[in-house]
């Protein structure tokens, strides 16, 4: 029995620290000031990221739900392309030797292009906002847009998450070691709404007529914590 038991130890110990592999594109050097495109090709779904952590937009034309070998990124202005990668966990047969990490064969990811683009813009900013929050706190504010959307947040001691879905804008306040000491803690921030599309020709052109960005007023909650 005891030697089932520090097998099953063995294994579990062996499955848990299981070696990783990953694959970086090389990434064309470029500056911010310049909406572009990027176009990549990848053996699977990359995960690409820009510099302040976020996902770019995923254009549509190639992808369509199922990885088809190549997609289009936005890059907007203000941001650059940090990350477009591979990665999974070493299965049999790969070769890892003294490494923590293996390239298993027939992988490969590449940025074909990062080319500027012309786009149009849509923008709300509100003016600096106080709360005064506890974690799982979450603040909604109510949008219409008619285009797609980007959400950015300034805050002066915490670092909320913040997207846009099903028509409400969502900041979700962070755990902090204030939470800890009763009443909850005043923060000040800001939230930035940013409507972008591409232009039908390669020029800048203005918004079309029927683009509509509206925000609410906040609500604050504990929106899927039962209170």
């Known amino acids: 029995m005891q030697f089932v038991v520090l097998a099953i130890a063995a294994f579990a110990s062996i499955a848990t620290s299981r070696k990783k592999w990953h694959v970086d594109a090389q990434i064309p050097p470029h500056d911010k000031g310049t909406t572009r495109i990027a176009f990549v090709e990848a053996s699977a779904e990359p995960q690409v990221m820009l510099d302040n952590g976020e996902r770019p937009r995923l254009l549509p034309g190639y992808f369509t739900g199922m990885w088809s070998g190549t997609a ?24 890892c030797g003294k490494s923590d990490e293996c390239e298993p064969p027939g992988t490969f990811v590449k940025v074909l292009s990062l080319k500027p683009v012309a786009t149009w813009r849509k923008e709300i900013e509100t003016p600096l906002l106080t709360t005064e929050v506890r974690y799982p706190d979450a603040t909604r504010f109510p949008l219409v847009a008619t285009h797609p959307v980007r959400v950015e947040v300034t805050s002066s001691r915490l670092r909320p998450s913040a997207y846009f879905e099903a028509g409400k804008v969502h900041v979700n306040w962070p755990w902090d070691e204030r939470d800890q000491q009763g009443p909850k803690q005043p923060v000040e921030w800001s939230l930035r709404i940013i409507m972008e599309d591409l232009c039908p020709e390669a020029t800048p052109c203005d918004p079309p007529a029927n683009a509509k960005l509206e925000l609410g007023q906040p609500e604050q909650g504990r929106w899927g914590t039962g209170s």
């Open 72 to 95: 289009r990124y936005l890059i907007p202005a203000e941001r650059t392309l940090t990350v477009v990668q591979l990665r999974g966990v070493c299965g049999g047969g790969m070769f």
